[in-house]
């Protein structure tokens, strides 16, 4: 079946711009996660969703970022006022369940010049 | 803070060998531990879950151990083959999945 799927896969943008990421899960999955991997740096916990329940936006590193979930299935991931170290792979995962194993989209390249 | 760490240095085994990567943790106990595979320019992959009140779970040439007094968690790759280079990082879940930075193997022929 079909996986998590991510778009763009790349995103080149100049710094102070808005970008929107966009995350589409497995289908029946009510767990969504986003992630940002800099380079050779583990992942860094963003935000999640999980059913109903408000989400758990203890990981976003400022407020110029920003995430929804729309019908309990697509996810946007934005960010406002692009900086240089905004720069890094965005990962959406999304898992049955909370406590279940996640499954990762390819991600999103990030670029800010 | 809690934390997940995994060696930054990179593995290098000979085909066959038994591969080992470990994961400590510090400050907190985990309800369990996931292990996933990440390829270069790919999201990570699940290999295998270890709750709290188990010692050991295999999958095929995989296995993984969680000792909760060393506060550790090894993983195993026996008989190990090139196709098995890759990072691998591990997971702890407190109230949220937490990565550590991984592990790169690298198998040579």
């Known amino acids: 079946g079909a996986g998590v799927s991510q778009s763009p896969s790349n995103k080149v943008t100049e710094k102070g711009k808005d970008v929107e990421l966009r995350c589409d899960p497995i289908?029946?999955?009510?767990?969504l996660y986003w992630y940002r991997q800099s380079l050779g740096q583990g992942l860094e916990f963003l935000i999640y969703?999980?059913?109903?329940?408000?989400?758990?936006k203890s990981g976003l590193p400022s407020d110029r970022f920003s995430a929804e979930r729309t019908g309990g299935s697509v996810s946007t991931l934005t960010i406002q006022r692009t900086q240089q170290e905004d720069s890094a792979v965005y990962l959406c995962?999304?898992?049955?369940?909370?406590?279940?194993?996640?499954?990762f989209g390819p991600g999103t390249r990030l670029t800010v010049t | 803070s809690q934390k997940i760490e995994q060696n930054s240095e990179a593995l290098n085994i000979q085909e066959g060998k038994t591969a080992t990567l470990t994961c400590n943790y510090t400050?907190?106990?985990?309800?369990?531990l996931q292990w996933y595979r990440q390829d270069p320019g790919r999201g990570p992959v699940f290999l295998l879950l270890?709750?709290?009140?188990?010692k050991e779970k295999r999958k095929e040439r995989l296995k993984v151990t969680f000792d909760t007094t060393l506060k550790q968690s090894l993983f195993h790759i026996t008989a190990s083959q090139p196709a098995d280079s890759a990072t691998y990082l591990c997971?702890?879940?407190?109230?949220?999945?937490?990565f550590g930075t991984g592990t790169r193997l690298q198998v040579f022929p």
């Open positions: 270890i709750r709290e009140n188990e």
């Open positions: 997971a702890s879940y407190t109230d949220k999945l937490i």
């Open positions: 995962a999304s898992s049955p369940g909370l406590h279940y194993e996640q499954y």
């Open positions: 400050n907190y106990s985990p309800a369990y």
């Open positions: 289908s029946g999955h009510t767990a």
């Open positions: 969703f999980q059913g109903n329940s408000a989400p758990d």
